[in-house]
């Protein structure tokens, strides 16, 4: 069954430094996402992408945090400046149409 | 208010017994799902039903929606150790872009 891939599963990285989480959707899938989870928390959304745009993004998604596809197969999510707070699961989902999109296993970033 | 709460926020069963796990929301929804997530892991979609379902099966899961009470339950019947595990719903207000909001989860322990 096809699935969605993130790299790496685990990434630590200092206050300040810029990260690139990546993401490989299921190929004929056409909506992507990114969601995160502060331990302990809900998940919640980021960023939806759709036709190399973000279609919508929530108020999490600042102007530290940034989306590619850079080559039709691979989604990154880039932060720019990670701060402690970013210390969190970030989930990459994608879907072939409106619903019932597909997680992958994430990818646990850790701030220090 | 929030969307997508679940209650109990945490369950312990036996073995056999029945598990029930239910949400709430507060807007129209397309459709609402329910995902499973072990400790630390990724979220295993579990199963989808939409604003004009009632009733969904799944082998041993089964999916109610209350439109008009804007509520949700989700039974597993005859628990097993290996459904331990936080369970999710989301729901999809039928932006258009799929987006999720997520409930923060019944953690449910069912013990051998």
């Known amino acids: 069954e096809p699935e969605v891939t993130q790299t790496p599963s685990h990434q630590v990285t200092q206050m300040g430094q810029e990260v690139i989480l990546r993401c490989v959707p299921i190929s004929n899938h056409l909506y992507f996402y990114w969601y995160r989870q502060i331990l302990g928390q809900k998940v919640e959304f980021l960023v939806s992408?759709?036709?190399?745009?973000?279609?919508?993004k929530s108020e999490i998604f600042d102007d530290q945090f940034s989306v590619e596809r850079p080559d039709g197969s691979n989604f990154t999510l880039k932060i720019r400046s990670t701060k402690l707070e970013d210390s969190a699961m970030y989930f990459c989902?994608?879907?072939?149409?409106?619903?019932?999109?597909?997680f992958g296993p994430g990818t646990r970033l850790t701030v220090t | 208010s929030q969307q997508g709460e679940e209650d109990p926020q945490a369950l312990s069963i036996q073995e056999g017994e029945n598990a029930t796990m239910n949400c709430s929301y507060k807007?129209?929804?397309?459709?609402l799902q329910w995902y499973r997530q072990n400790s630390g892991r990724g979220l295993v979609h579990l199963i989808l039903?939409?604003?004009?379902?009632r009733e969904k099966h799944s082998g041993r899961l089964r999916v109610t929606l209350d439109t008009s009470k804007k509520s949700s339950s989700l039974l597993i019947t005859a628990s097993r150790a290996a459904d331990t595990a936080s369970y999710f719903c989301a729901t999809d207000n039928g932006s258009g872009y799929s987006t999720l909001t997520f409930g923060k989860g019944t953690m449910l322990l069912v013990s051998p």
């Open positions: 989902a994608s879907s072939i149409m409106m619903g019932d999109p597909y």
């Open positions: 039903i939409r604003s004009n379902e």
């Open positions: 992408f759709y036709n190399n745009e973000i279609s919508e």
């Open positions: 807007t129209s929804i397309n459709n």
